[in-house]
């Protein structure tokens, strides 16, 4: 079966710093990752997928998510953190069959000024 | 674009009551789906359908019916509420199967079941 895990429920960092939101999957054959953000009383907004090629993925907002095979991991990260970066943050895998997508528990981000 | 829209924002029931959340997306999009969220358990897929007229279960479908008549509209029906029910619902689409297609989600529903 296909999952995704976010070991965090919650990630403090200081505004520009470095933040690592982390990400691991599960699944069978080659996994199709996504990264999701979603503010306070919104839907989820798509920030970045990956699919095949480069393991560095560059998404929306400055942020970017490493894919590590070896170690089953897909964390999204960003070089210097904004206070705006404060939300909510979803890992998503999609299943076998393509037509499901499996979401993490959620992670929140917290950045303080 | 209007995008995915859903109504109501907010909804109270009673136990035993039955409604339908309504979503529609103006995008032509073949691939719609319904969530709830619920805190600490992230998202999960109550139903899907990849077109008019195919609609299949995800992982929490018991309580929950829908139907899909249109491209458009994707209604999600409650056939006797319950207070488990109660939750935030999202509805999404892409344009094709969910493998490869960045979903959109609607703003939500919040339901609260008495």
């Known amino acids: 079966a296909q999952s995704v895990a976010q070991p965090e429920d919650q990630v403090n960092v200081a505004e520009g710093n470095p933040l690592t939101v982390k990400c691991t999957y599960s699944v069978s054959g080659n996994p199709y990752l996504f990264w999701y953000v979603q503010y306070p009383n919104r839907g989820l907004q798509f920030l970045l997928k990956y699919i095949t090629g480069d393991n560095l993925v560059k998404g929306s907002y400055g942020f970017e998510a490493e894919f590590n095979k070896s170690q089953t991991s897909f964390h999204l990260k960003k070089p210097s953190a904004l206070v705006s970066d404060s939300a909510l943050y979803f890992c998503a895998v999609i299943g076998e069959n393509f037509n499901k997508f499996y979401f993490g528990s959620g992670t929140k981000l917290n950045v303080k000024p | 674009n209007a995008g995915v829209t859903q109504t109501p924002k907010f909804q109270v029931l009673k136990t035993g009551q039955s409604m339908t959340l309504q979503c529609a997306q103006d995008?032509?999009?073949?691939?719609m789906s319904w969530y709830r969220q619920d805190p600490g358990m992230g998202l999960r897929l109550i139903h899907y359908?990849?077109?008019?007229?195919?609609?299949d279960q995800g992982e929490v479908p018991n309580g929950y019916n829908v139907s899909r008549s249109t491209t458009e509209d994707f209604p999600l029906r409650l056939l006797s509420a319950a207070p488990s029910q109660t939750s935030v619902y999202f509805c999404a689409s892409s344009l094709g199967l969910a493998g490869e297609e960045t979903q959109y989600f609607g703003p939500g529903t919040r339901l609260l079941v008495l």
């Open positions: 359908s990849v077109g008019a007229g195919i609609t």
């Open positions: 995008m032509n999009h073949e691939y």
